[in-house]
């Protein structure tokens, strides 16, 4: 039978569902539990991200996958889509086909029906996340538990600083972190991955007896050549620009072993700010800017007092202004819609500064407390996915995430809680 229901409902029902039972049963008759059900993916791929069951005896991570009729796993290709190979859990409403679901690398998808489940859902008790509205009995102990999560998120990106200064000098250490923020989630491997074959030092070498303008050009002949995204690596018509002419050219100049495939970046529903083209011109102008005291000798330096005005100062570090060619495009060939004003804006700099800035700096000068006080007091920045996915489930105010210190609590508690399937280790339950 199949049934025309709204997808958006059967999200509804599945919430609801898991809300309420305890124990399921998946159509090969295997014992299943929702530990944690994830929250909606907003990008490719399947309905919820990061949930956690257990199927059996065995613990699995991944993602769940709605359809309102079976066949469509099929009917949309997911068999054939390597994107899919992380689902763990197919939910369906009713049957138009086989129950028997495969993903593309050949491996068999429990599929769990609800329509046995619907006629009793009204006589269900409820009962959800253990931590579901903790907020509206006791905020101050959940806005404290947020402070330590949040410093405890900081102290572990220092230790991860602190093993990779023990092994590669500060200044590639800081440009690895830096260029993978610039990476955001769905870019962060790659821009990392450059970082190693596009050493701080090989572009920093492009600032010597140049002027500003050919240091840039050079540096993103050679950031976006060892990319793979020049046109000429990617088949893109690039209509004999000026500027993408110059780069090509100078690009044949470097005898780079090591390149990326153009496969590696996600170029898919990437807002147009976001492109990581633009985001790698924009690495030149840091580098170009920072050139005389070196990208690390400088920031260091911005840390004198610990007041919160001084953010004012540290944003200002990261800002890049666009122009030229990337004032207006967003990709080769590609012009953005609008006049785009910054190639790094101020949400962007205040994530680098948090996530990798402060912690550098305070793995870098033997736990000094000034970068500490400057992360516990940093404004508020726009909230990501998992910190409104996290709120919600929560039951915060707004007004109870007012620093950038208790989003990062809500992100470590997400990680390292809710997706692990550890609910009962929580402090907030």
């Known amino acids: 039978m199949k049934s025309n229901l709204a997808e958006y409902r059967l999200v509804d029902l599945w919430r609801d569902l898991v809300s309420r039972e305890d124990t399921l049963v998946t159509e090969n008759g295997e014992p299943l539990r929702i530990i944690y059900p994830g929250r909606l993916n907003d990008d490719r791929g399947a309905d919820f991200r990061d949930a956690v069951i ?21 009917a949309h290709g997911h068999h054939r889509n390597p994107a899919y190979n992380n689902v763990i859990l197919h939910v369906v409403l009713e049957e138009n086909g086989s129950l028997t679901m495969h993903r593309a690398n050949g491996e068999l998808l429990p599929t769990l029906s609800l329509r046995g489940y619907l006629e009793k859902r009204l006589q269900a008790a409820p009962s959800a996340l253990p ?18 999560a949040g410093e405890a998120r900081f102290r572990q990106k220092v230790a991860e600083f602190q093993s990779e200064l023990m092994q590669t000098a500060a200044g590639q250490v800081l440009y690895w972190g830096i260029l993978g923020a610039l990476g955001y989630s769905k ?81 898919f529903k990437v807002r ?50 666009s122009s030229g060619y990337w004032a207006a495009h967003y990709d080769f060939g590609l012009a953005c819609s609008r006049f785009s004003p910054a190639l790094i804006g101020a949400d962007r700099a205040g994530e680098i500064i948090i996530n990798i800035l402060l912690p550098f700096i305070y793995a870098r000068e033997n736990s000094s407390g000034k970068s500490l006080d ?39 508690i997400y ?15």
């Open 54 to 74: 257990i199927r059996g005896n065995v613990i699995q991570q991944g993602e769940i996958e709605l359809h309102v009729n079976s066949g469509d796993w099929e």
């Open 131 to 148: 931590c579901a509205e903790i907020a509206v009995g006791n905020p101050e102990k959940v806005t404290h538990l947020l402070d330590e």
């Open 187 to 267: 870019n962060k491997t790659p821009c990392q991955k450059l970082a190693d074959i596009v050493p701080l030092r090989v572009l920093a070498s492009l600032t010597q007896n140049l002027s500003e303008k050919e240091s840039l050009l050079r540096q993103q002949a050679l950031l976006l050549g060892a990319a793979g995204l020049l046109p000429s690596l990617r088949s893109v018509n690039s209509n004999n620009d000026k500027y993408i002419v110059t780069l090509e050219k100078l690009w044949l100049e470097h005898s780079f072993t090591e390149t990326l495939a153009s496969g590696n970046w996600n170029l």
């Open 272 to 321: 147009p700010n976001n492109s990581p083209l633009r985001r790698l011109a924009a690495l030149s102008h840091l580098v170009w800017r920072y050139r005389h005291n070196g990208l690390s000798g400088s920031l260091l330096d911005l840390i004198g007092d610990t007041r919160v005005e001084n953010v004012r100062e540290l944003t200002d570090a990261f800002l890049v202004n």
């Open 374 to 412: 400057m992360f516990c007091h940093y404004p508020v920045l726009p909230a990501n996915s998992i910190e409104k996915h996290l709120q919600k489930q929560l039951g915060l105010g707004k007004g109870m995430i007012n620093s950038a210190c208790r989003q990062q609590g809500l992100i470590h």
């Open 415 to 429: 990680k390292t809680f809710c997706i692990q399937g550890k609910c009962m280790e929580c402090a907030l339950v």
